[in-house]
């Protein structure tokens, strides 16, 4: 009897520390299958494709520009210089004349002075020829010519002139005596590079002590660069 106890006994602890390692086997089996060891998951590998980025077409070059230089006006004979030329009709004894003169800009700018252009006092040196019924005339001219304002004449662009003529050689083979002229003019183009000028005015003219003639006159003039 004390022998079949200690045998069941025996049995039991037996029994009992077979089902505590079995135990044991099961939780490691289940805590290995439900806590498995995880790997890093290693990111899906993308394919990065360069920035197509679009082809500009290089500036095009600056522009060239031909600097084309005007050459200086160097009048009808190449000497540059300025001149004008008129004729003139005499009323009274009908003196009819021409005139040929080199026209010289004012250094001293009056005309800004007196509230006009820099450009707008020029001189008038020159000759001509000029015959009536009492006397003919060499004589030598010399001028002062002021233009006005645009517009200040009438509405036209106008100027005045006056100055002295000295006989140098005459009716008679004569020499000396002194005469004079007062004009206004308007300026009008003519279809030439310069503006023509209408003036109109009172001329005397005097060949020795006894020979003279006087009057109203109108003359063309043009304006050319020799």
């Not at 250094?107 to 820099?118: D, F, H, S, V």
């Not at 002194?178 to 209408?198: K, S």
């Amino acid at each position: 009897m004390r022998y079949k106890n200690l045998a069941l006994i025996l049995i039991l602890v037996i029994a009992l520390a077979g089902s505590a390692a079995a135990q044991k086997v099961i939780k490691k089996t289940v805590k290995k299958v439900i806590t498995p060891q995880i790997s890093p998951v290693q990111p899906p590998k993308t394919e990065v494709t360069p920035e197509v980025v679009p082809e500009v077409p290089p500036p095009p070059p600056p522009p060239t520009y031909e600097v084309q230089t005007l050459e200086e006006d160097k009048g009808l004979f190449g000497w540059g210089i300025n001149s004008n030329v008129s004729g003139k009709l005499l009323y009274g004894s009908i003196l009819a004349g021409i005139r040929g003169d080199i026209v010289f800009s004012d250094p001293l700018m009056i005309g800004e002075k007196i509230g006009l252009a820099e450009d707008a006092v020029e001189y008038r040196v020159g000759s001509g020829f000029s015959i009536s019924d009492k006397l003919k005339t060499i004589p030598l001219y010399a001028d002062a010519v002021v233009y006005l304002k645009e517009g200040s004449l009438f509405g036209t662009d106008g100027y005045i002139g006056t100055g002295l003529s000295y006989n140098l050689y005459g009716t008679g083979q004569q020499s000396g005596g002194l005469g004079g002229q007062f004009y206004v003019g308007i300026l009008t183009n003519l279809g030439l590079e310069e503006r023509a000028g209408i003036n109109i005015g009172y001329a005397s003219y005097n060949v020795g002590s006894n020979l003279s003639d006087s009057g109203i006159y109108i003359s063309l003039s043009q304006p050319l660069k020799l």
